[in-house]
Every structure is written in structure tokens, then in C-alpha cells.
């Protein structure tokens, strides 16, 4: 337990993680309490089937995206002004295709179980299959085919109950909607295999510094959350105490200890602007450049040039 909890902080792609495994567990125990009622009339099993196989997962998607702290990250990267750094796409890019997948988990969780229940898919396709493939109702001559296929996904339906036609759709249709749930899962496994194995063999650097760079704009941009958050507390915890202790007039940065000084809020937020709109370039002066000069200008991952180690 203790493994999985430091797994799960351990950094913002294992919390997304362990976001995605609580929202399948969910889909999970939400698809047991649901107590599925085909309403077996004529024209009404195939909608209420599939919108109780589709309806759930495309709400879990959309709640995916939301909870998923890429969504923002890749909204405020992609909407920005270029400014002093230019966007890259391959960051915009991995940002999108991991908020897809995390949003696409339960989802496909939710599609996979109620394949393999079956009964959504008895009810939905009930009135699409041949009844005289499986027998017939020749016992039923006065009432119509479209009534007693849609009476199928219907066991307290007294004329049917004991029909071997009606067991055998039911049946057939229960055993194809597993075999298809049993396929995709197959499918899932053998794509997510090739993907990690195959993927690197063609764009390892590119794969390697595309979600580097897609972490460092995660992480900068909490940093930049986390650093206002404190000098908003360093100011108004000195001006409040300047307040109260009648300390004086004010300047335009109150002193806060150690050489340091917190801006104003509206300045912090004249800062912030200047971030949004101007965004500075990023450098980084290896420690074997003994002669000054221009520091080296790093925009983003670059798959042609080599650095020295720093």
C-alpha cells in the first residue's frame, strides 16, 4: 500500500494515472448498481441499448477531460502569445495524445463490461436477427414477429418464457456481444504492447524530449502558481504587520526578511500578464564554457543538435 501511495506521488503523469484508475473503478461499480431494464417494445430496444452502451462513456469522457490537469496546461500552451519562445508542437502534441488516452480509459472500461454482460447488446439487436433461423414462432401465429423479437430481452414475459427460439436469440446475441468484448480487450493489449515497444524503435529522441518538454511547461507552469502564492502571503503577512504595529509608511515593495521583496498584488499581476503575453526564452550556460559569451538559447527539443553535458 505504502508503494502505491508514493507511486502516486511521485509526479503529475502518476496522479493522472491513479485519477484514471479511480474513474474506471467507478464506471465499474456504477455499471454492477445499475439495474438494466430493457423496455421490450417495438422500435425502443435498439436506442435505450445503445445509449446505455455509449451515453455513460461519452459523460465519463468528457468528466476524463476535465479532471485531467493537461486540459488546462494545454489550453493556456497552445492560446498563449509565441513571445520570446516559440511554441513547439511536438509538446502540444504529446499533451493532447495523453490527455486523449487518460480521457479514453473509462470510457472503454464501461464500453468492454457491458459488452461482456450481454445484455445491452440482447436488447439492442433483439429485432434485427432472423427468427426463423433459430426456429421460429410458429406457436405464436397471432401475434406479429416484430412483437415477440422485441419480447426477447423480456424473460418475465409469459408467452416467451419458456420459447427455446427466444433462448436461442438471446443466446447467440449474449455469445457475440462477449466474443466482441473479448476481441477488443485482445485489440487494446496487443495496440498498447506495439505502441511502447514499436513507437521508440522510429522516434526515440523525438518520443524522449517530447514529453520532457511536455512535463517541464506542467511544472513551470505550477511554479509559477506556487511562487505567487507565496509572495501573496509574504506581502500580506508584512503588511499586516506593518499594519498593526504602525511601522511606517509604505514603499512600493515591502521588505519581507533575507534580502527579498514581494511585490504588490496588482503588480504581481502586471507580472503575470508579462509572463502570459512575453514569455522568456529559456537558457542554460554549460559549466565547461569558460570564456563569456551568449548563453546557449534552448526553445524546445531539438532532434538534430547534441549538447555537451552540463
Known sequence: MEQAIKYFQSGPESVMNGICLVLAIVSMQIYKMFNFTCPCLPGYNMPYGLCVMLVPPLVFFFVGIIVNQYCVSLALEYSRPEGQREKNRLVLRNMFQSLML??????????????????????????????????????FSGMSTELLLAKVPCKHFDLLRMSTTRK???????????????????????????????APLFSGPATIQSRYWSRYSDIEEKCVHVTCVQYNHMFAEKYLKNHFENAGAHHEAVNVGEGHQAPFPHQLMDYLDI????????????????????????????????????
Open 168 to 198: 436461442a436469440i438471446s443466446r447467440f446475441l449474449k455469445c457475440l456481444s462477449q466474443v466482441i468484448g473479448w476481441i477488443t480487450v485482445l485489440t487494446l493489449i496487443v495496440l498498447g504492447a506495439a505502441a511502447r515497444v514499436i
Open 102 to 139: 487518460r480521457a479514453m480509459v473509462t470510457p472503454i472500461v464501461w464500453i468492454i463490461i457491458s459488452l461482456l454482460d450481454g445484455k445491452p447488446a440482447v436488447c439492442a439487436f433483439s429485432e434485427r436477427v432472423d427468427a426463423e433461423q433459430f426456429g421460429g414462432f410458429a406457436n
Open 275 to 310: 509572463w502570459y503575453n512575453c514569455r522568456p526564452p529559456i537558457y542554460i550556460r554549460c559549466q565547461s564554457e569558460l570564456q563569456p559569451g551568449p548563453p546557449t538559447e534552448i526553445m524546445g527539443p531539438r532532434t538534430n543538435e547534441t549538447h555537451p553535458n552540463p
